[in-house]
């Protein structure tokens, strides 16, 4: 029923530039935290960016804040990773995850995306 559809994932050369966007149906999108999450191989998931659902909070990686910027159109339910000034130690499979704001339990993932970036 829920479904969280990524895209935008791909190969890129360092500093370059790509935009993740991730499509929500089957909830009520403005009642999620939409968050960004990466994993590289070898190490554990990380939370890259998160968004409360009205803007008003936004959390970053300490290594991604000035180049990664978290958005949201709870009209088109859909959030959205820019990702700016790529690096190589970008290289993962970024993913989007949706939590409900009063119910921690009720959350998703999406299916993952491929970000590499090399020359």
């Known amino acids: 029923q829920v479904q969280l559809v990524e895209s935008g994932g791909g190969l890129v050369q360092p500093g370059g530039s790509l935009r993740l966007s991730c499509a929500a149906s089957?909830?009520?999108?403005?009642?999620?935290?939409m968050s960004w999450y990466r994993q590289a191989p070898g190490k554990e998931r990380e939370l890259v960016a998160a968004?409360?659902?009205?803007?008003?909070?936004?959390d970053y990686a300490n290594s991604v804040k000035g180049r990664f910027t978290i958005s949201r159109d709870n009209a088109k339910n859909t959030a959205y990773l820019q990702m700016n000034s790529l690096k190589p130690e970008d290289t993962a499979v970024y993913y989007c995850?949706?939590?409900?704001?009063?119910?921690?339990?009720?959350?998703?993932w999406g299916q993952g995306t491929q970000v590499t970036v090399s020359s």
């Open positions: 995850n949706a939590e409900h704001y009063s119910m921690a339990t009720i959350s998703y």
């Open positions: 089957g909830l009520t999108f403005s009642s999620y935290v």
């Open positions: 968004l409360t659902g009205f803007g008003s909070s936004t």
